[in-house]
């Protein structure tokens, strides 16, 4: 059914949706947006499912957005530019919005769109050794579709501590900045992560959806303004020449020109 994801959901109901390019650091392509947005539509429509756990093969959780997918932005006209953009702020609105408790199990690397993937997760489990990053400008991007989540999840304080240098932080940095929910060792992220999945089960299945709308229509998701401004932001960049300068520096592994 999917490629570059998989999703398995256990007896208990707890589903487990895994980022499965582990070969690309698991990278965000078009084709996995358009996949992690089908999984969500499905997972929240399933009375079935208690919990959602997302994570990522291999080394990393999610180096962020596919390069080839940014390069092919930059050969696009503005429209199918938008649209892009728009399937990824849909992907995150949906996977934000998701009924169910969704736990990230970030078990390596977060960069870019993996920081996005960590903001829209209720509670976000990680290994004391995975390093963060919000690194588009050092490409001649800005983290613009994931902002309004990021920043909702940080506060701006913040997020003007990290949103500019693109420069990586680690773990520990992640929790003091508000991203990451509870620090643990590779050896005990599955077992601290099942005491928060079996809390959930304890707990009366609407009453958990209908607390997590509540929370979300207080404050706790972005506008449909802030979104659209968002995606304008992000087409705009990518049509800088500092945008195209940037990716044709990373694939030529050379120095951009502000380096």
């Given amino acids: 059914m999917f ?19 582990p070969e690309k650091h698991n ?14 539509a499905g997972l929240d429509a399933d009375a079935a499912v208690r919990v959602v756990v ?5 080394r990393s959780f999610c180096a962020g957005g596919d390069l080839a997918w940014m390069k092919a932005q930059m050969a696009a006209d503005s429209a199918p530019r938008a649209a892009e953009a728009r399937k990824l702020a849909d992907m995150l609105g949906a996977l934000n919005a998701l009924s169910k408790p969704l736990i990230a199990r970030v078990q390596g690397a977060a960069f870019g769109g993996g920081v996005g993937l960590c903001c829209v997760s209720d509670k976000v489990f990680a290994v004391n050794t995975a390093m963060f990053g919000l690194t588009e400008t050092k490409l001649g991007l800005i983290p613009a579709t994931i902002g309004p989540y990021v920043v909702a999840r940080m506060g701006g304080g913040n997020a003007r501590q990290v949103f500019m240098s693109s420069r990586p932080f680690d773990a520990v940095d992640a929790q003091r900045l508000g991203i990451v929910s509870n620090l643990t060792t590779a050896q005990d992220l599955d077992a601290e992560l099942e005491l928060e999945i079996i809390a959930y089960l304890k707990c009366a299945p609407a009453a958990v959806a209908e607390a997590k709308a509540m929370v979300l229509s207080l404050g706790g998701a972005p506008t449909k303004t802030t979104i659209d401004a968002s995606i304008k932001a992000l087409v705009t960049r990518w049509e800088h020449p500092e945008a195209n300068q940037g990716i044709i520096a990373f694939f030529d592994k050379t120095a951009p020109p502000w380096e």
Wanted: aromatic share 0%.
């Fill in 54 to 58: 997302i994570t990522g093969q291999g």
């Fill in 3 to 21: 490629e570059t994801i998989t999703l398995i959901t256990d007896k208990r109901g707890v589903a487990t949706l895994t980022l499965n390019r």
């Fill in 27 to 40: 990278a965000m392509s078009g084709q996995m947006i358009d996949e992690l947005t089908q999984a969500a």
